[in-house]
């Protein structure tokens, strides 16, 4: 019999994935959506659509009721959805940790406890740790990888909500979760790395800080194969980072996406912190008159000025046997041929 699934969040960027990956495994696959979330990238007609509204819990628990009445229990649900950015840092605990609280409230109500609750974290939990100059490694490495044994110290709001909701499904007794906490995500239909590619097919490359900076990505599909890699194994109760394993130089995503693009000419300007926070200031002041969350903003402006995004990932191939197929090179390639093939650039 197949199992069924839920993904919240499936409309965005990693949710789709998922979905797609879902449906490739053989899962009965439900879509959590919002009434206003675009389809553009669901499609296929083996997916089915339910409205979930994370605001109340008594909506949810009515919604997931009307489910279970009709179609059963899921086995597995995947908590993908969430803001990156808003204009009001108040509402990434009401997007990020109430919604998260609501829905295990509704689900519980309901007697709907999946086999495995699977939650979308971030390594932007732990903030701006393990940042000073332990000397060369040998690879030329200054800093060492964030490892699971280290205290969460964030410093963004997005981080806060982030690590006080892991907080929260931990403290539930006996509550199945396995929580990812990936490093940067990039690919197709991601919107925040393809500001980079768009600058730099207009000529612009802009970094900031002079300190060293050691930074980390995962390929969407990457990061969706250690998720499925987990639920194939049934492992709850444990927290993985998720990484692509290597460690780059902040200059090489953009030296790719310029080789990618057909080497166009390119000015690079690398700009102090101190004028990238009030470029980020301004852009929080102008997110809020427009009621548009801007891509620079104060909570931006900490996650760029962070130096080490090292994590270790050794647990996840050690335990789940992930082994990661896209370094830097591969993804930027099959990203930037989905922006041309789709019209992005």
């Known amino acids: 019999m197949k199992k069924s699934i839920l993904i919240t969040g499936a409309s965005g960027f990693i949710g789709s994935f998922l979905v797609e990956e879902a449906l490739k495994q053989g899962f009965t696959t439900w879509a959590g959506v919002r009434g206003s979330s675009s ?11 339910i409205k979930l509204d994370f605001r109340s819990i008594d909506a949810l628990s009515t919604q997931l009721g009307r489910h279970v009445e009709k179609h059963g229990k899921w086995d597995v649900i995947i908590h993908c959805a969430g803001v990156t950015k808003c204009n009001d840092s108040r509402d990434f605990d009401r997007f990020n940790y109430q919604a998260t609280v609501n829905l295990i409230a509704a689900l519980r109500e309901q007697g709907m406890r999946p086999e495995q609750f699977v939650y979308i974290s971030s ?4 903030g701006p740790i393990r940042e000073k100059p332990v000397g060369d490694d040998g690879n030329g490495l200054l800093y060492r990888p964030i490892t699971e044994k280290d205290e969460p110290k964030p410093n963004t709001a997005y981080g806060r909500s982030k690590v006080r909701t892991e907080r929260y499904i931990k403290s539930l007794v006996d509550y199945p979760y396995l929580i990812y906490r990936p490093t940067g995500v990039y690919g197709p239909r991601e919107r925040d790395y393809f500001l980079m590619a768009k600058s730099i097919k207009q000529h612009v490359d802009f970094a900031v800080g002079y300190k060293k900076q050691e930074i980390t990505f995962v390929y969407v599909k990457d990061l969706v194969q250690a998720i499925f890699l987990g639920i194939e194994k049934g492992v709850t109760r444990r927290e993985y980072f998720v990484s692509d394993g290597r460690v780059y130089e902040s200059a090489t995503f953009s030296d790719l996406l310029r080789k990618e693009l057909g080497n166009p000419w390119m000015v690079r300007i690398k700009a102090p912190l101190w004028l990238l926070k009030i470029i ?52 930027v390639k099959e990203a930037v041929a989905w922006y041309k093939e789709n019209k992005w650039i």
């Open 39 to 49: 389809l553009n990238y669901l499609q296929d007609k083996r997916i089915n659509l």
């Open 123 to 126: 390594l932007s939990i732990f």
């Open 280 to 331: 980020c200031v301004a852009g929080g002041f102008l997110g809020k008159i427009t009621h548009k969350p801007i891509a620079l903003n104060p909570d931006k402006y900490s996650i760029m000025k962070q130096r080490n995004w090292q994590c270790d990932i050794q647990p996840l191939m050690d335990e789940l046997g992930y082994q990661p197929q896209y370094p830097l090179e591969r993804g």
